[in-house]
């Protein structure tokens, strides 16, 4: 899956560039500590903007196109903010034979952005899943902890605007 960046302008503030600083200074001598700079970035900003991977590059003399390559690599990396309320629609077998692809495609619709995006107001983002082990209420997403099965998708616009 494609990671998509983030069209929302970085806002990093200087107490998160010093605490980024601190984690790469005291690991910039073992490049192997890479993966763990990184996560502890993503900890710090919520996520891995450019101008963050540039940051790690340069800290730990690490050319920005591993940095980048690594971020889009493992799921556990965004390079896009979550909004507030995080939507995430499982694509796994069950809820996708169940028609979990028009879910997706109605929450895209309803919130004006793709999966792996984030609304400009970061009030809601969206990311697809593959499987939260609800293949029962097939299909499924959740909204941050709330978890909503068995969906149509004339169910999408309601449960948006619950937390709107």
Do not use: W
Not at 15 to 31: H, Y
Not at 38 to 51: R, V
Not at 79 to 90: A, E, H, Q, R, T
């Amino acid at each position: 899956m494609l990671k998509k960046i983030s069209k929302i302008p970085f806002k990093g503030t200087a107490e998160q560039e010093q605490q980024l600083k601190a984690v790469i200074d005291a690991n910039k001598n073992d490049k192997s500590m890479l993966m763990h700079v990184m996560q502890e970035a993503q900890g710090i900003y919520g996520y891995l903007p450019y101008e963050v991977q540039v940051m790690i590059a340069e800290g730990m003399d690490i050319p920005i196109e591993k940095i980048y390559g690594v971020s889009t690599f493992y799921a556990q990396f965004a390079l896009s903010p979550k909004g507030k309320y995080n939507i995430s629609v499982c694509l796994g077998t069950a809820c996708y034979v169940k028609g979990a692809q028009s879910i997706l495609d109605k929450v895209e619709e309803e919130l004006g952005i793709s999966a792996g995006e984030c609304t400009s107001d970061a009030s809601f983002s969206i990311e697809e899943c593959r499987c939260i082990g609800a293949c029962g209420l097939a299909p499924v997403m959740t909204v941050n902890d709330d978890v909503y099965g068995r969906l149509v998708p004339d169910d999408i616009s309601g449960i948006i605007a619950k937390y709107q």
